[in-house]
Every structure is written in C-alpha cells, then in structure tokens.
C-alpha cells in the first residue's frame, strides 16, 4: 500500500470511466473523418429563419454551487420538465439532456439570435428560480438563491463531433 494513497470515491471512478469513454468515441470518429468513412451528420439539422440558414449545437456542463450532489429524485424529474419548457418557450431544441447528482449536461440546437452566454443564464437562471419555488428546503443548503455555480463550460458542435456529444452523454447515463 502506498503511503498516502486512499482509494477513489465511486462517483470519482465513474467521472474517470465517463471520461474515458469519451476520449475513445472522440479517437474512432476522428479517425472515421479522416478515413472518409463519416457521413452527413442527422442530428443537428441546417434551420433557417427569415434572413438566415443555420446549423448550430452547444454543449453546456455545469455545476451545483459547492458541487453538492441535490439533483436527484423528485428534483431531478422537475428539473427535467424545467429544462423542456424552456427551450418551448424560447425555441431551444434539446438534443441530450443528462442530470447527474451534482451537475447537468445539456446539448442544445438554436437560432444565431441567442448567444451561448445568454442560453447558459437562461436555463440556470429560470431553472434555479423555479426549483428554489417548488423545494423551499433547498434554500437551507444555497442562500441568496444560488443554487448554479457561476461557471460553465459551453463548446460548439459540427458535423462531426454532434454524435460525439450525444453518445458521450448517453453514454455517462449508463455508468
């Protein structure tokens, strides 16, 4: 046994296997790519509005404040619903959605008119406020209604990494 060595929490091993995965999905397409072998990507579909043809896909991570492992349960399934109205609302289309305990993963397709900073102040916005309403208890845990860290980390999608993005997540659901 190594001095100082404590072994890695479950919730560690299964962040390290996710990401393990994930470096694989990202090599074998890569490889697809550069092979020909890759085709025409279904899931992020060209859009259009009036004046503008569009194909664009954000990945958005982010955290609970404090990292704090709430998203659970009956919070978990409201957040969900939470999430589906608002990209109703403002015209979001959700491509993978993943809830872990302490933090979210959402790939999102929309219009050229929203920003990613203002997509990312949205949803953790309008989110944060509904669940503060809907599980008051939570206020005992996050004070000053701040339930989202105030970092996220948000990529863009193309072709070829979209389907890199939605099996990576639908891969983590599994673990």
């Known amino acids: 046994m190594i001095r100082g060595y404590r072994e890695p929490t479950l919730a560690i091993q299964k962040r390290?296997?996710?990401d393990m995965v994930n470096h694989i999905i990202?090599?074998?397409?890569?490889?697809?790519?550069?092979?020909?072998?890759?085709?025409?990507?279904?899931l992020v579909k060209v859009k259009s509005t009036q004046h503008a043809k569009y194909q664009i896909a954000y990945h958005f991570v982010w955290i609970s404040k404090y990292r704090k492992v709430i998203l659970i349960d009956k919070v978990k399934e409201f957040l969900e619903g939470i999430?589906?109205?608002?990209?109703?609302?403002?015209?979001?289309?959700?491509?993978?959605?993943?809830?872990?305990?302490?933090?979210?993963?959402?790939?999102?397709?929309?219009?050229?008119?929203?920003?990613?900073?203002?997509?990312?102040?949205?949803?953790?916005?309008?989110?944060?406020?509904?669940?503060?309403?809907?599980?008051?208890?939570?206020r005992q845990e996050y004070w000053k209604n701040h339930l989202w860290a105030p970092s996220y980390y948000v990529g863009t999608a193309g072709q070829?990494?979209?389907?890199?993005?939605?099996?990576?997540?639908?891969?983590?659901?599994?673990?």
């Open 16 to 18: 390290l296997i996710c």
């Open 26 to 42: 990202v090599i074998e397409d890569f490889k697809d790519f550069l092979n020909g072998n890759r085709k025409m990507n279904d």
């Open 83 to 138: 999430f589906q109205e608002i990209a109703e609302e403002y015209g979001f289309e959700i491509l993978s959605m993943e809830i872990m305990p302490d933090h979210i993963h959402l790939f999102v397709s929309t219009s050229p008119k929203y920003a990613p900073s203002t997509i990312a102040k949205i949803f953790k916005g309008v989110s944060a406020k509904k669940l503060f309403q809907q599980f008051p208890e939570l």
């Open 160 to 175: 070829v990494s979209a389907e890199t993005i939605r099996r990576y997540i639908e891969e983590c659901q599994h673990l």
